[in-house]
């Protein structure tokens, strides 16, 4: 490009209208850049490439960049600018803000006496974004730039700034990012010498207290387990969705990548298969910066226009949440998604979450998909694996939300109101369970979830070491976040009422104690086998006949979950896998010591899952 392209001819104090020259099919055919064959065929049968005709040109090779942007330039009477040459002042973009330039694809150029010079990269949008830009500018004029190019300006000159905001949106309050290191919390230290002191002068009376407390814990967690599979037994059949009046709303799916380069492609081609109306579907994959073998592999796949790569700039931590938080600027729709990178959802899902969201009332902010397995039969982990979700989200999940309780969302098949995500403030960045923690906040400030009867598979973690890693990641998470949220218990208990507060001691701080107490109650299953146990012949006979009875109880809740939850799947596993849970648990206790370990040690540290090795789900064939 020579110099002229950045010559403008502007008075001054004077914002000359964009012109709206002829359209960029009908310069493209006078350039001869293109057959009339092609733009009918096009025309005709782009289905779900129905998104702008010039990015649908482009993804099918139909025409080269730079020849797309002269006729883009000619058809809109603009001209092309150099951004990456000559980058922009950035004080224009504070001016408007480095997270409104990339939600729109734009950024402001140079000064040119009074005039403001705006790089677009879809100029038909300008008259949209004027009035705003024009508020904050001054007399403006619009130039073209590709994308990418924009994307790169922003994030060249305020990429630091948009990893911290990425990293800080949630507020303090509610946020674990100033979470102290265990040499810098005395109340903490204290509490640990105090238990020690206990445990040292009082072994045995130490030990009871421990017990009791595991007892009840798992009492408590047997009764919900029993209220929520009664309540979800009884929850009315939904039907079908009905299209409703209107436009339908346009989508934004994020999806998080990091070290996905293995199933990069498998992920394109089965995103590929939801069939949302045209042009109103929105599909982001966020990469990180440095994971230059995910970009590649992107880059080798043939991307349809309503899916785009967004870079997510280096940063204090690499999590999924952060990348979530920075994809979240780009966002064009008023409905954002979040899917995983192994994921396979069903290719009507979104219809099916437009239309709930469109009969249920503002409050009910956000949306919980059905997770399943694609790969149950791979080993006997995948098949309890299988058991576990299948009671979890057909069972647990939907009879918590019925009765009213915090629902601790997944990680995918999430679909939100997009004002509710930008009031709360998205995902705290720093919490390793970013989709739990944002459970409880959404209904601290008022907000409902609702399961909603649709499935995505994935890809069950079936080998025991990424089993614990996963599942350590997980529990890290429940203990930061019961903690983060029991800064100010009697705020909590406004906010969330009496049910919903017990409720939520129950799942979180219940579930924490059974993971690390659970050795404790196993101990007990050495009693019949001639074991002596020390804390079994301090008991009185009553005591022991009631952790008999919650025993029994909490198998009778496990297998009747497991049962009826994986009839639901359509798997065809043998029942006789449910029974077998048993010796399953044992591995999530030692993820439990794990992720305490971590707690004090690496708090923030994500423990990477690796996808794509037991690959049996739609399109996994490369």
Aim: net charge positive.
């Amino acid at each position: 490009m020579g110099q002229e392209q950045h010559r403008f001819d502007v008075k001054a104090g004077v914002a000359p209208p964009l012109p709206r020259g002829g359209p960029v099919a009908a310069r493209l055919l006078r350039n001869g850049t293109v057959s009339s064959d092609d733009i009918l065929r096009v025309l005709a049968d782009r289905g779900r490439e129905s998104g702008r005709l010039e990015d649908v040109l482009l993804a099918r090779g139909l025409v080269e960049e730079p020849a797309l942007r002269l006729a883009e330039a000619q058809a809109w009477g603009i001209r092309q600018i150099d951004i990456s040459s000559l980058p922009p002042d950035p004080r224009l973009i504070d001016a408007v803000g480095a997270t409104e330039c990339l939600h729109h694809s734009l950024v402001p150029w140079r000064r040119v006496g009074d005039v403001t010079v705006v790089a677009l990269s879809r100029p038909e949008e300008f008259h949209l974004v004027r009035p705003m830009l024009e508020a904050r500018l001054g007399p403006i004029c619009a130039g073209l730039a590709p994308s990418r190019a924009v994307a790169a300006a922003v994030h060249a000159q305020h990429g630091p700034g948009l990893a911290r905001l990425a990293e800080n949106r949630v507020p303090l309050a509610e946020s674990c990012r100033n979470w102290p290191r265990l040499h810098r919390a005395p109340r903490v230290l204290s509490a640990l010498a105090l238990a020690l002191t206990a445990v040292i002068a009082a072994p045995l009376a130490s030990g009871l207290a421990v017990l009791g407390f595991a007892v009840l814990s798992l009492a408590l967690l047997v009764g919900l387990k029993f209220a929520a599979m009664i309540a979800a037994l009884r929850l009315p059949a939904v039907g079908d969705p009905s299209p409703g009046d209107g436009m339908d709303p346009t989508v934004s799916v994020i999806v998080a990548l990091y070290r996905e380069s293995d199933i990069a492609g498998r992920l394109v081609r089965r995103l590929a298969r939801l069939d949302y109306a045209e042009n109103r579907l929105d599909v982001i994959l966020a990469v990180e910066a440095g994971d230059l073998l995910t970009q590649d592999a992107l880059a080798r796949s043939r991307l349809p226009p309503w899916m785009r790569i967004i870079i997510v700039p280096e940063g204090q931590v690499k999590t999924k949440p952060r990348a979530l938080n920075h994809a979240l600027h780009y966002a064009r729709g008023t409905i954002i998604g979040v899917y995983d990178a192994e994921d396979a959802p069903e290719p009507d899902q979104i219809r099916k979450v437009v239309a709930r969201f469109r009969r249920s009332g503002p409050e009910v902010a956000c949306l919980q998909g059905v997770l399943d397995y694609y790969n149950p039969r791979t080993n006997w982990l995948s098949r309890c694996f299988t058991v576990e979700y299948a009671g979890w989200f057909r069972l647990i999940l939907p009879g918590i939300a019925r009765l009213g309780l915090v629902v601790p969302l997944g990680g995918t098949t999430l679909f939100f109101r997009r004002n509710a995500l930008d009031t709360l403030g998205g995902w705290d960045a720093h919490n390793v369970t970013e989709d739990a923690d944002l459970g409880i906040r959404l209904v601290r400030h008022g907000y409902r979830t609702e399961l909603i009867d649709t499935v995505t598979m994935e890809e069950a973690n079936c080998r025991p070491l990424p089993w614990i890693k996963q599942r350590s990641r997980w529990i890290k998470g429940y203990m930061m976040t019961w903690a983060v949220h029991m800064r100010s218990p009697r705020l909590l208990w406004r906010q969330l009422g009496a049910r919903a507060f017990i409720g939520f001691q129950v799942m979180f701080l219940g579930t924490i104690a059974q993971f690390l107490l659970a050795p404790i109650l196993w101990s007990f299953l050495l009693v019949p086998f001639g074991f002596s146990h020390p804390l079994f012949e301090a008991l009185p006979p009553a005591l022991v006949w009631t952790i008999t009875v919650v025993f029994a109880l909490s198998e009778l809740a496990n297998l009747t979950i497991g049962i009826i939850g994986l009839r639901r799947t359509g798997h065809g596993l043998s029942l006789w896998w449910v029974p077998t849970m048993k010796l399953y648990f044992p591995l999530a206790s030692i993820a439990g010591y794990k992720a305490l370990i971590e707690l004090v040690t690496r708090p923030f540290y994500w423990d990477k899952t690796t996808h794509g090795l037991f690959d049996k789900g739609p399109d996994s064939k490369e």
